[in-house]
Structure formats: C-alpha cells, structure tokens
C-alpha cells in the first residue's frame, strides 16, 4: 500500500487526511497503549523484580526464573497444561471437521443443526462449569447414565469403579474439563471449518469424481489441502485457548485435586493475587507465553503455513 | 460433495441423520438437564430421572426474593453489557473507519500492530494492568473491567476494517466533491453503511461482556459490584447442597445469550466465518 504522501510540496489536504485519521484512532491507540503494550514491557522488567504490588519492584535478577525452573507446582502444571492442550485441541479440531462435513452435505434443516452445535460456544463459562459439577457429581447424571447403560462394567476394568467421582478423583479430573472444553468448542471451530468448506470450488470435486476418486480419496486429496487455512486458524486459535485454560478450572477444580488439575494459568493466578508473589507471577506468564508461542510455531512448521 | 442426495440407500440417510441428531442432544442435554433441575425441589436435584418428581418454582422465588444481591447482579451485569456494547461498537467503527478508508503515514504498520496486540495471552497483562488499575484508584471500581475488553474492541476494528475495504472508493469521492469533511463522512456515510458488521459486533461485544469472568473475578471483591458470572461463582460458594437452587441461577446467565443468539445468529455465525478468513 502506498501510504506516504507525497513530502513537497506541502500539501495541506494530506495533513488533514492524517490528522483525521489518528483522531479516529485515538481512542483504540490509547486503549492498547495503556492496556495492551506498556503492561507487556512493564511484566517483562517486572518479571527480574520482588514485588508484592504493595511496596516498590525489588531487583532479584534471574532469581524468579530460577526458582520457577527449580519448582514442582510448575512443572505439574506445565504437563497438565500441555496434556490438556493436546488433548483438547485433536478432539475439537477432528469433531469440528466431521460435524463440518456432514453439515455441508445437501441436507435439511441445516440451520437448525448449525445453531443447536453453535449453543455451547456462547454461554457463559461459569454457569457451564457448574451444570458440568453437577452432571459430573458421584451420584449426577453421568454415573447414572453409564449404570443405565451398562458402560460402567468397562470403567470398573480400568480401574475405575463406579460410581466415579469425577472431578473429585485425581485419575480423571482434568479429563472432566477436557470433556466440557470439547463440548463447549468444537461447534464454534465447525462454524470456521464449514465456511473454508464451502469456498472449495466444486470443480475440484468434479474432476475428482472423473478421475474415479473415492470420496476417502477426495477428502484426502482435495479437501484437506484446499481446508489447510481454516484448518490452520482453528489449531493456532484452539493452541492459544487451552494453553490459557482458567475460567473452568477456577470454578470446578481450584486445581485439585491433588494439583491433578493445577494449570500454568491458574498456578499464575494464585501466585499472584493470592500469594501476592506478582514478580515471580510475571515469569510464570512469561514462560506460558513463550511455550504459547513456540507451540504456534511448531505448528505453522508442521502444517508448512 | 453430497453423500445422501446421490445415497438413494434410505437406511444409509437414516444413519446420517441419526449422528446429526445424536449430536444435537450432546450439545442441548446439559442446558435441557439444567433447566429441569431448576424445576425440582432442592431435595430431589439428584433424583433419578430426568424430570423432576414435583414441579416447583421454588427456586427461582427463592433467588428472586431470597437473594437479594442476585437480581443485583443481573442489573449490574445488564448495565455493563449496554455500556460495553455502545462504548466498543462506536470505537470499532472509528478505528476500522481509519483503517479502511484513509491513507495516512504509518498505517500498516499501525494495523500489524493492532493484530500483535491480540495475540499477546491474557495472563502476562494481569498483573501490570492490575498495578495500573491500583495506581488510578479503579480496583473494584466497574472502570477496572476496561482492560478485559481491549481486545474486544481491537477484534471490532478488525471486522470493521474488512466490511469497510469492500466497500467502493467512489462512494466518498463524490462526498469530497460535495465538500464534506472526513468527520461529517463518518456520521453521513459509513454509519448508515454499516449496519451488518455493527449487527455482528453487538452480538459478540455483547457476549464477551455479558460472559467475562477471569479479570472481573480478579478485580472486583465488592459482592455488590460483582457481574452475574462471578455472583454465580459466589452463589455456589454459598448453597453448596442446593444444586437446583445453583442451576437456576445458572438458567440466568445462559438464556438471555442463547435468546439473543437463537434470533441474531445469522449476524453472529457470519462474523465468526469471516474471523477464520484472517489468514
């Protein structure tokens, strides 16, 4: 884009043109100004300080981040977050691919089903979390609906004799949330995945048909590929998302127990505004941010974005 | 791509309805089983069954009447949203506007900016905007729920900046001619222009307000100042043994977003389609 306007001679109606322009975006420069990039300066020094936001930072140097290295909360809540992440984000991408696919299909009442997936994305994640405690409660739903099934007869060969309590027991809390998580996104990623679904032009389709390409074939050799931007957009956002998973930890969990639940996000959280250790907090968030970036990274390496 | 129309096999357009079907019900189940748990008395909330035994609105007279900070919270909550909604969709419209339309000396890189901004997680600003708040005096102030919504706004300018861009060149030349400033442009032309992308924005403005919990959680301790998500969260705290009591509160919560959804959806969906186009 062209965007220098010409230097001489001096020319009045362009000044104007950027005053105007920057009166516009005052309010949204300020805004990420004050809120978005001198807090991530301000962390970032913060993060080398002492500092319980009561009396001023004190220099510690790498001390905080020596600590964090040396500590087992974070490594737990490192490997519950990555779990957790993996997890979360292969279910949601593979179930918003196929509820995708199935929905683009010529079928009736698509709205209808587009809206019924849409419903779990936009509620809030607090009342969520407390219809999720309560179907998941020892004696809730979930149990009942597995007795009434007969499904519990499996749980019990894994080791999990029913009734399972089951945010209460260390073996599948976080599975817990990972459930709700799914539950609550994947109808939103489907949204994104059907919109990528329905720009592949259909001409690729019909040569395919021609070439006698089974649909297994199509959808690996056409539609896949053609997917690869929507596809991208969903992972990196779904990475992004879990990695900072808290709300439903929060309001389930606490982290417990115990600490099967504890996340990078929520350990964070505690150190800061519970143990007012906002220095050593400040590292933490430093180092989930850099884990958050190089798993985006990692990702837009191996799908050759 | 269209398995059932050339599957003439009825039992294999059977089997394709039944998953589409089945997955409605995962999806609805916990909102439909919560809703008939509210209508239980609390004595029965972990009744077999999925319908309660006794019908009662016992419930919702008790949060009505007998939680007095609970339609506090509603308010609160109602208050906050329509701020919100206003204060993000003018500043979304602004900015776009800016964006979109106006060739000014650093632009781009001021929109880069813009797009890094979103990316930067949530949890590293914590903690500096907290001190910041603290310094102004906002700590358990509504004024301390600005942070929480920044990137609200900045994804606002970002939808507006793509409705703008496809809209033609030719429409403010001729309002050039017509001798009107870039302001008076703004409030004649673009305003009335907008409507859908300012349909979309109030949706989603709307539901992140109406929904935020972390940073409100962080910065509010005043149970008369709490918005309805984290009320809720203190509510549990408070009638641990009531599940039917707790899941009509929840009812609270989620059914003025799943109305708004249900009518607005087509604004909605439409905003989230064209947000994966980023790329």
Request: neutral net charge; glycine residues 6%; hydrophobic residues 55%.
């Amino acid at each position: 884009m062209s965007t220098t306007p010409p230097p001489r001679p001096y020319n009045r109606a362009a000044l104007a043109e950027n005053l105007a322009a920057y009166v516009f975006l005052a309010p949204v420069l300020l805004l990420m100004a004050v809120f978005a990039f001198w807090p991530l300066a301000n962390a970032f020094w913060l993060s080398f300080h002492a500092y319980d936001l009561f009396s001023p930072p004190r220099w510690v140097g790498l001390a905080n981040y020596s600590y964090l290295f040396a500590e087992d909360d974070f490594w737990i809540s490192v490997r519950n977050t990555t779990l957790y992440t993996v997890v979360v984000v292969a279910c949601q991408t593979a179930l918003a691919v196929a509820l995708a696919i199935l929905l683009d299909q010529s079928i009736r009442g698509k709205t209808f089903f587009r809206v019924a997936y849409f419903l779990p994305s936009v509620t809030s994640s607090v009342a969520i979390s407390l219809i999720f405690m309560f179907i998941f409660f020892k004696n809730g739903v979930l149990n009942q609906f597995l007795t009434f099934t007969h499904l519990d007869a499996p749980l019990a060969a894994l080791g999990l004799a029913p009734p399972v309590d089951w945010l209460g027991d260390p073996r599948t809390a976080l599975w817990a949330i990972m459930l709700q998580n799914v539950w609550s996104t994947a109808g939103f990623f489907m949204i994104i995945v059907l919109a990528g679904l329905q720009d592949i032009p259909t001409s690729l389709y019909e040569a395919a048909d021609v070439d006698g390409a089974t649909p297994w074939q199509q959808f690996v050799y056409v539609t896949l590929p053609q997917l690869k931007p929507s596809l991208f957009y969903v992972i990196t956002m779904g990475l992004i998302g879990c990695f900072q998973v808290f709300d439903q930890v929060y309001v389930m969990t606490e982290g417990g127990p115990l600490k099967a639940t504890l996340t990078t996000a929520y350990l964070l959280y505690k150190e800061a505004f519970v143990n007012f250790n906002m220095g050593y907090a400040c590292a933490i968030a430093f180092v989930l941010a850099t884990i958050i970036f190089a798993a985006t990274m990692v990702q837009k390496r191996l799908m050759g974005e | 791509m269209s398995a059932p129309t050339r599957n003439t096999n009825p039992l294999a357009t059977a089997a394709f309805y039944a998953v589409l079907v089945g997955f409605v019900v995962f999806s609805v189940f916990p909102f439909v089983f919560a809703l008939l748990t509210s209508f239980k008395a609390p004595a029965d909330a972990f009744a077999p069954g999925l319908l309660p035994p006794t019908w009662t609105l016992e419930n919702y007279q008790g949060i009505i009447t007998g939680a007095p900070l609970f339609m506090r919270w509603v308010l609160n909550s109602i208050i906050i949203a329509v701020a919100s909604v206003g204060i993000i969709v003018l500043l979304s419209l602004m900015g776009g506007y800016a964006f979109a339309r106006i060739a000014f000396k650093g632009r781009d890189a001021l929109f880069v900016l813009m797009l890094a901004s979103m990316m930067i997680p949530g949890q590293v600003l914590w903690i500096p905007n907290y001190a910041t708040l603290t310094q102004l005096g906002w700590v358990n102030t509504w004024w301390a729920l600005i942070p929480g919504l920044v990137t609200t706004v900045t994804s606002g300018v970002f939808m507006v900046t793509q409705f703008l861009k496809a809209i033609p060149k030719e429409l403010e030349e001729a309002a050039t001619l017509d001798g009107l400033s870039r302001y008076a442009m703004f409030w004649v032309l673009i305003i009335p222009l907008a409507g859908p992308v300012v349909a979309s924005m109030t949706i989603t403005s709307f539901m992140a307000s109406w929904n935020m919990f972390a940073w409100p959680v962080i910065v509010l301790n005043s149970p008369e100042l709490f918005t309805l998500p984290i009320g809720l969260n203190f509510f549990k705290g408070l009638y641990t043994t009531k599940w039917s009591l707790i899941m009509a509160g929840s009812m609270f919560n989620t059914i003025p977003v799943l109305v708004v959804f249900v009518f607005f959806q087509r604004y909605f969906i439409k905003g989230v389609a064209t947000a994966g186009m980023k790329e």
